[in-house]
T-cell receptor, first 116, second 112 residues
Framework: GAGVSQSPRYKVAKRGQDVALRCDPI?????LFWYQQALGQGPEFLTY????????KSGLPSDRFFAERPEGSVSTLKIQRTQQEDSAVYLC??????????????FGDGTRLSIL | SQQGEEDPQALSIQEGENATMNCSYK?????LQWYRQNSGRGLVHLIL?????REKHSGRLRVTLDTSKKSSSLLITASRAADTASYFC????????????FGQGTRLTINP
């Protein structure tokens, strides 16, 4: 596709349920990022993949959060035993190159997660 | 925690006027990027300015960077209703990964 695609766009879950959020990056993009954006705030970094390798997961808030990118393309962010504070928009971004920080990131429209 | 602080947090102007948003950051940078976010959408990259550049233009956008003051500004000239959005500055963390650290954003409203 032409851009980063995320699904679902909206997800409502009850507290304690597990959720899985999907990201399809731009074809050929090596780097993939997940961010969490609270209402009225800027995005905050969660984790980073270079191809299938998860090189940085320092932003994951707890061990309930898990991300994978097994074939170096599609990525899934999983949240186990969801809590109300997990409610946020989860943004995925991809960029073309591996090591250069002067590459713009291309964002999907995000998944808005609401935990009841 | 967030690296940058945008100022003002909200800005409302009339169509045709210029809009200026400021960003301050804390650590040394290789570059600084500005993004736009329309309501309910993802972020769109606007412009990147490298640490050795002082000013950069792209269409109606003008970005300045003052590394001595650790600050940047984004100027949108001749604003249009379609410019209504939130604007974020972001800096990549230098240590290898490209992860971006965003400010809290400026919510810009252009009144017709």
């Amino acid at each position: 596709g032409a851009g980063v695609s995320q699904s679902p766009r909206y997800k409502v879950a009850k507290r304690g349920q597990d959720v899985a959020l999907r990201c399809d990056p731009i074809s050929g993009h090596v780097s993939l990022f997940w961010y969490q954006q609270a209402l009225g705030q800027g995005p905050e970094f969660l984790t980073y993949f270079q191809n299938e390798a998860q090189l940085d997961k320092s932003g994951l808030p707890s061990d309930r959060f898990f991300a994978e990118r097994p074939e170096g393309s599609v990525s899934t962010l999983k949240i186990q035993r969801t809590q109300q504070e997990d409610s946020a928009v989860y943004l995925c971004a991809s960029s073309l190159e591996r090591t250069r920080s002067n590459q713009p990131q291309h964002f999907g429209d995000g998944t808005r997660l609401s935990i009841l | 925690s967030q690296q940058g602080e945008e100022d003002p947090q909200a800005l409302s102007i009339q169509e045709g006027e210029n809009a200026t948003m400021n960003c301050s950051y804390k650590t040394s940078i290789n570059n600084l990027q500005w993004y736009r976010q329309n309501s309910g959408r993802g972020l769109v990259h606007l412009i990147l300015i490298r640490s050795n550049e002082r000013e950069k233009h792209s269409g109606r956008l003008r970005v300045t960077l003052d590394t001595s003051k650790k600050s940047s500004s984004l100027l949108i000239t001749a604003s249009r209703a379609a410019d209504t959005a939130s604007y974020f500055c972001a800096t990549p963390i230098i240590q290898g990964a490209q992860k971006l650290v965003f400010g809290q954003g400026t919510r810009l409203t252009i009144n017709p």
